[in-house]
Each structure stands twice: as C-alpha cells, then as structure tokens.
C-alpha cells in the first residue's frame, strides 16, 4: 500500500503533564484491556495519508472520530476533504502548490486544534492536551482508559517500513533505531498484554511496550498526548472521581 510521513520533530514541549492530574495512590487501575477502535468504521480511512504528508491531520481524525463514537455523540465521521483542508489550516499545505506538502509538528497542529477546531466551522475543539510518559505502560494505560486515546509523534525504524503494512494486524516490535527522516504520526487507541493497538494508514495494529518505550520518549525524538475533549474529562472524572483532579486540569487549560 502507498504511504507517506510527515511529522516533523516538536519546536517545543507540551507545558501540561499528565502525572501531575494523577492521584496513582487512589485511582482505580486501568483495566486489563480497553480497546477503542471497536465500533469505529472510519478508522480504514486513509484520510490521504498515502499521498500526502497529512499524517498529524489522519491521527487527529481518528482520535476525534474515535471520541466521538464512544461518547454518543452520533456525528458524522471526518472525510479525506477535512482531513486535508485541517492538514492546510494547521500546517500550511496548499493543494495548488505541492512543494507546500512539508508535513507539521504535533504541538503546532494541537494548538491549533483547541483553538481553531477540525473542522472548517470550527467544530471538533479539543479542550487541550498533556504530555505523557511514553516510558510507562501504567502511565499510558491510564491515559487511554480515561481520556479515549493517545496522540503519538515518532521516529519509526527503518524495519517497519521495509516492507510497511498492508492490512490490519500488523505487529509492531522494537527494530533497531528510529530514523529522523521516517517522522509519523500515530493514534493509539486502546492497549492489551502486547501492547498499544494503534491506528494508521487506514489499519490497525499492535505497538509493542518495549517499542513504544524505545521510539515515543522526548529522548528517542518521540512524544505523545492525552487528548482532551470536555465530554473525555467528565468521563474520566466519572471513572475515577478520586484519583483524578478533574477541576485542576480544567481550570489550566482555562489559563492557557
């Protein structure tokens, strides 16, 4: 299957943390699966992924479809069309001029989701993200149980592309050192005893723990986020009234 990158390193760092709103001497333990991807057709959508360098725009819709599933909300799935007009907004691409393809990084186009919106009226906000501690499979476990996914930035090895994935199920493990030049974005949402289940390129598969530790850590060049929808929030706070600090995330990313 065709397929392109896109995301470039972060310019700078997320301010919120995610283990600062995390009580882990209260707070119930994440289950031993969650598995969002369930019931979320739009996730074979490629969203022009295999000819553009879209991937923060792709990973984006997925998570937001993935939302907005899981919460109800019975709106439509993002199309490839707002997955590139959200590509242009965020990142600059021109569809007239392709040298603008340059692909974006994970901050700028979060930023530009919460406060711009996905869509082109300005539907699909976000309340805001934190960073994540890709190093600990409790600390990710948790941020996807509560907060419906993962917003992954990374550096991927050579071997995963070579030969890249043609269908769901594929397996991702630890191979080698991530390349600079193989910069992609990633939603993962949902995990199990291998690890992260991941969605991309209009598949889903597995991302080891010890791959997802090797390559999405500030020090492997990698990121990751929990995304925050305030529908998310209210049912992580339900989740987990005593070991999350529902009222203190809010108010941060009121003053943001």
Not at 38 to 46: E, H, I, Y
């Amino acid at each position: 299957m065709p397929f392109k990158l896109g995301r470039l390193r972060p310019r700078v760092r997320p301010r919120l943390r995610l283990a600062a709103y995390l009580d882990h001497a209260v707070l119930p333990p994440p289950p031993a699966t969650v598995d969002y991807t369930r019931g979320v057709p739009a996730l074979s959508d490629v969203l022009a992924n295999d000819r553009l360098g879209d991937c923060t725009s792709a990973g984006a819709a997925h998570i937001l479809d993935s939302l907005r599933v899981h919460a109800g909300a019975g709106l439509p799935a993002a199309t490839e069309a707002d997955a590139i007009g959200f590509y242009s907004r965020s990142c600059g691409y021109n569809p007239a001029d392709p040298s603008t393809d340059q692909g974006g990084d994970e901050i700028t186009v979060l930023n530009y989701w919460r406060g711009h919106g996905y869509f082109a009226d300005g539907s699909g906000k976000i309340s805001g993200y934190a960073g994540v501690d890709a190093a600990s499979p409790q600390q990710v476990k948790q941020a996807i149980w509560l907060f419906g996914g993962l917003y992954l930035g990374i550096e991927l090895p050579d071997g995963w592309l070579a030969p890249a994935p043609e269908a769901s199920g594929f397996k991702w493990w630890e191979c080698g050192r991530g390349n600079m030049a193989n910069g992609h974005c990633i939603a993962a949402l949902g995990y199990d005893s291998i690890g992260l289940i991941v969605a991309t390129w209009g598949m889903t598969g597995h991302m080891s723990w010890h791959a997802l530790a090797a390559y999405a850590t500030q020090a492997a060049g990698g990121e990751a986020y929990a995304v925050f929808s305030p529908d998310m929030i209210d049912k992580a706070s339900n989740k987990a009234p005593n070991g999350f600090a529902a009222d203190q995330l809010s108010a941060d990313l009121v003053s943001l």
